[in-house]
T-cell receptor, first 117, second 120 residues
Framework: AQKITQTQPGMFVQEKEAVTLDCTYDTSDPSYGLFWYKQPSSGEMIFLIYQGSYDQQNATEGRYSLNFQKARKSANLVISASQLGDSAMYFCAMSPWASGGYQKVTFGTGTKLQVIP | GAVVSQHPSRVICKSGTSVKIECRSLDFQATTMFWYRQFPKQSLMLMATSNEGSKATYEQGVEKDKFLINHASLTLSTLTVTSAHPEDSSFYIC????????????????FGPGTRLTVT
C-alpha cells in the first residue's frame, strides 16, 4: 500500500518569492511515479510535474521543480517566483509501476497555498 | 494536453433518485478511466477503475451496486449514483490515462473538470 503525507495544511508566501511544499511518501513498490497537482477553487485538477523513481535528476517544469530525495522518501515541490494565480490547493500523489504501466494514484491530503500581494 | 470532459458540471437531485455522470476523452482513446470522490477540503479518494469492455474494479468500501460504472466505449465512461442520499453529495472527478505503444499506461493522467452533486 502507498501512503502520501503532506504535513502543511496551509502556507502563505509573498508574491515573487519561492515556496516549498513538503511531501513524504511510503511505498514498498520498487518502481513508482510521483506527481504534483494543482486544484484551484474551480475544482479542476491541473497536472504540474512528474518524477520517476529511477530518474537521476530532479524534474523541472517552468517555475515548478521537484526536490526528489529517494533515500528520505520525500518529493517536495518548489515554486519559484510565486504569482497570485498560484493560490490553490496542491496535492502530492504517487502511482506504482506494474505490468501495464502506472497503476492507480494515491493522493496526499493537500496543502492550501495563498500568495500574498 | 489531452482533454477530458464531464457532464453535468453540477446537479441537484432529490433523495432516492438516480444520477448519471458522463466522462469523455475528447481527443484520445482511454481504455482506462478512474473515478474519484472528493469531500469539501479533503483529498481525492479513488472509487473505482473503469476498463473499456469489462467490469469496473472498485476500491474497498465502495458499494458497486450503488455506484454503477459503465465503460462502453474507448471515449466514454459513466458513473450512476443509484438511490442517491444526502451523504452522497460530493465532488466527483474522473480521469483518463493515455495509452502508449504496447498498451502501457502513460504516467500522464488527465482529469475532467468534476461534477458537483447535491442530494436534497
Amino acid at each position: 500500500a502507498q501512503k502520501i503525507t503532506q504535513t502543511q495544511p496551509g502556507m502563505f508566501v509573498q508574491e515573487k518569492e519561492a515556496v516549498t511544499l513538503d511531501c513524504t511518501y511510503d511505498t514498498s513498490d520498487p518502481s513508482y511515479g510521483l506527481f504534483w497537482y494543482k486544484q484551484p477553487s474551480s475544482g479542476e485538477m491541473i497536472f504540474l510535474i512528474y518524477q520517476g523513481s529511477y530518474d537521476q535528476q530532479n524534474a523541472t517544469e517552468g517555475r515548478y521543480s521537484l526536490n526528489f530525495q529517494k533515500a528520505r522518501k520525500s518529493a517536495n515541490l518548489v515554486i519559484s517566483a510565486s504569482q497570485l494565480g498560484d493560490s490553490a490547493m496542491y496535492f502530492c500523489a504517487m502511482s506504482p509501476w506494474a505490468s501495464g504501466g502506472y497503476q492507480k494514484v494515491t493522493f496526499g491530503t493537500g496543502t492550501k497555498l495563498q500568495v500574498i500581494p | 494536453g489531452a482533454v477530458v470532459s464531464q457532464h453535468p458540471s453540477r446537479v441537484i437531485c432529490k433523495s432516492g433518485t438516480s444520477v448519471k455522470i458522463e466522462c469523455r476523452s475528447l481527443d484520445f482513446q482511454a481504455t482506462t478511466m478512474f473515478w474519484y470522490r472528493q469531500f469539501p477540503k479533503q483529498s481525492l479518494m479513488l472509487m473505482a477503475t473503469s476498463n473499456e469492455g469489462s467490469k469496473a474494479t472498485y476500491e474497498q468500501g465502495v458499494e458497486k451496486d450503488k455506484f454503477l460504472i459503465n465503460h462502453a466505449s474507448l471515449t466514454l465512461s459513466t458513473l450512476t449514483v443509484t438511490s442517491a442520499h444526502p451523504e452522497d453529495s460530493s465532488f466527483y472527478i474522473c480521469s483518463a490515462r493515455v495509452v502508449l505503444s504496447g498498451a502501457t499506461l502513460s504516467y500522464e493522467q488527465y482529469f475532467g473538470p468534476g461534477t458537483r452533486l447535491t442530494v436534497t
